[in-house]
């Protein structure tokens, strides 16, 4: 994903809700979540669903 000039990796990229929603097969959520936990983000599992604390990740353009 291009975000400006830069390249947004698509494992970083989640709902608006944190979860983590991917349907590829190329790209389960099970790799998206061990990708986001190796760059330090807390993946949480709630019901099966994988998702991350969007309060406490998500990225503000306005705050940087």
């Given amino acids: 994903i291009e ?11 989640v709902n608006r809700e944190g979860i983590i929603s991917t349907t590829c097969l190329e790209h389960p959520t099970h790799l998206q979540a061990s990708l986001l936990q190796k760059e330090g983000i807390e993946v949480i599992n709630e019901r099966d669903l ?4 969007m309060e406490k990740y998500l990225w503000d353009k306005v705050k940087r």
Avoid: F, M, S, Y
Avoid at 3 to 13: A, F, H, L, M, S
Avoid at 50 to 53: A, H, I, Q
């Fill in 3 to 13: 975000t400006g000039d830069k390249i947004t990796p698509w494992w970083r990229v």
């Fill in 50 to 53: 994988l998702r991350v604390d």
